[in-house]
């Protein structure tokens, strides 16, 4: 009887240390991550554009019902598809980008509807300015890449902010909203260890992805995942 209770006892914790392993470290794919903005132009048409140079990196345990992320992008590569208005979102009247480079995004509390997340409260840095903002999920899932030979993390989030909070006020005596939509497609994809730093070649164009022809570990093909600013650290299986 107590050999019974005893194996039932280390059964327990043996499940209980599972249960609270570490979160696993997810890599932003910037192949599919964006966020968009949507704002209204005069109740009339709808201006959209997105931002296309990213990084970021997400903390996920979700047998813990955990996470944490931290993603930011580049002001300076703002795109609406016309050169005069981006030039324009990227002066002071808008996202200031020669003084505010950056904008980010952090979290460290995720919500859970059974085994996916169904929302993220962070805080949003924009203009120098943090405010708390909440994400809630259209969709969540996580799945195993056929390409990559890896578990891929992600969803569509959105929320509305009020620009006016991060001091963005162009417009507003116009009759143009406060308001503007947040849409933000994140994927991330779930790191392995024992790979060393890799640099990206002559003429990479960072926040995507290149191809390279050696074993590094492993039989070739790989598949480097790159961020800006950053460089390759990330090697992943291609086929």
Wanted: glycine content about 10%; some cysteine; overall charge positive.
């Amino acid at each position: 009887m107590r050999k019974s209770l005893f194996a039932l006892a280390a059964a327990a914790t043996l499940t209980a240390g599972v249960a609270h392993a570490a979160p696993a470290t997810y890599a932003i794919d910037p192949a599919h991550t964006f966020v968009t903005f949507e704002i209204s132009h005069f109740g009339a048409s709808v201006n959209r554009g997105r931002f296309d140079k990213k990084e970021g990196s997400v903390q996920f345990d979700r047998a813990g019902k955990a996470g944490k992320v931290e993603i930011s992008f580049d002001a300076t590569s703002v795109n609406t598809g016309t050169a005069a208005f981006d030039k324009h979102l990227q002066g002071p009247d808008f996202f200031d980008a020669a003084k505010h480079p950056t904008i980010k995004f952090t979290s460290d509390k995720f919500s859970f509807n059974g085994d996916n997340v169904s929302e993220v409260t962070g805080q949003l840095t924009l203009l120098g300015k943090t405010a708390p903002v909440t994400l809630k999920a259209n969709q969540f899932t996580c799945y195993q890449s056929p390409m990559l030979k890896r578990e891929v993390c992600g969803g569509d989030f959105e929320t509305i902010i009020d620009r006016s909070v991060f001091g963005m006020n162009y417009g507003i005596e116009w009759g143009f909203p406060k308001n503007g939509r947040l849409l933000v497609q994140v994927e991330a994809v779930k790191q392995e260890t024992g790979f060393p730093p890799v640099k990206p070649p002559a003429g990479y164009s960072a926040g995507g992805f290149f191809f390279m022809q050696r074993p590094c570990g492993g039989p070739a093909p790989r598949r480097l995942t790159c961020t800006h600013g950053v460089g390759c650290s990330t090697v992943q299986n291609y086929f």
